[in-house]
């Protein structure tokens, strides 16, 4: 798959980006917080599973660098 390909999630705080080019399907996102990241289900990321500060903490430990994150813009910082 093309590397800077990327699909994007937001919950209106912080927008989710997955570059399936360089996802190693560790599944470590899924182990974390199935309640987001579910590969069974579409779409697979559901922003709505979990509060923000946990989606944070998930995307931060991806082995890959598949999943990055951004805050949106008039929003506090994420703890």
Known sequence: ?????????????ITVFWKPGICQHSG?????????????????IDMKGAPTDEIVRTVT??????LSYKKQSGHPPVS
């Open 61 to 66: 430990n991806c082995p890959s660098g598949a």
């Open 28 to 44: 470590k996102c899924f182990a974390s917080l199935s309640a987001v990241f579910d590969p069974r289900r579409r779409p697979w």
């Open 1 to 13: 798959m093309d590397n800077r390909f990327t699909k994007k999630y937001s919950n209106g705080e």
